[in-house]
């Protein structure tokens, strides 16, 4: 927040996996330390778990698994609590032919579903924003895949967040520029990097892609 982040997204990436809750606690705590917006996902499987995270200061919530096993699950927290507050989490990995697919339960189950597809799914049932992760690039530091970015982006009318791949300032500008994404996350470039947020951001701004100014 103090480097002028706009968004915080908290996933714990194991919950699914271990099938137990979000560590409500730890988003409580950082609500009360942080102003900025964040977005909390990993282990959401039902409309109580979407209220107990909103109402412990999460301004949006992710659903992946259970969005794949329980499609209503976007209908229904999007009718409840507003599709500004339902983020599709799309991670997907691509195979030796070149084709893409959605993997959920911390990236460990090949559901065989097309994420173009999904994401158009994900819009029609009221997801309020895509929230895309390469798993195959996610820590590599070696570029965001715009590619799939940019046909997401093509095939949807919400915003599109990517992710997984970031090692440079100029990976952010692809993803904006030829991935044509709405945002860019990124974990491991800031927390295993001597990389300042605000010098990120005004390298964006340089490139010439319009970036809200900070005070």
Request: some cysteine; aromatic content about 6%.
């Amino acid at each position: 927040e103090a480097q002028a982040a706009d968004e915080l997204i908290f996933v714990d990436l194991e919950a699914s996996m271990e099938h137990r809750e979000t560590m409500v606690d730890v988003v409580r705590k950082a609500a009360e330390e942080i102003f900025m917006p964040f977005t909390v996902g990993g282990g959401v499987r039902s409309l109580s778990d979407f209220r107990r995270l909103l109402s412990n200061g999460a301004d949006k919530v992710s659903v992946n698994t259970a969005a794949v096993e329980t499609p209503d699950l976007i209908n229904q927290s999007s009718d409840m609590f507003g599709a500004q507050c339902v983020v599709l989490s799309i991670d997907y990995r691509r195979d030796a032919q070149g084709n893409y697919t959605v993997w959920t339960h911390g990236g460990m189950r090949d559901t065989g579903i097309d994420p173009f597809d999904w994401a158009r799914e994900g819009e029609k049932r009221g997801a309020g924003e895509i929230l895309l992760t390469s798993i195959d690039r996610d820590g590599l530091r070696q570029g965001l895949d715009v590619e799939l970015t940019r046909r997401v982006v093509e095939s949807v009318g919400i915003p599109v967040i990517t992710s997984g791949g970031c090692g440079l300032a100029a990976h952010f500008i692809d993803g904006f520029l030829n991935g044509k994404a709405d945002a860019v996350s990124a974990g491991t470039y800031f927390c295993f990097k001597d990389e300042n947020l605000m010098q990120t951001r005004a390298q964006i701004r340089n490139a010439g892609i319009p970036i809200r100014l900070h005070t």
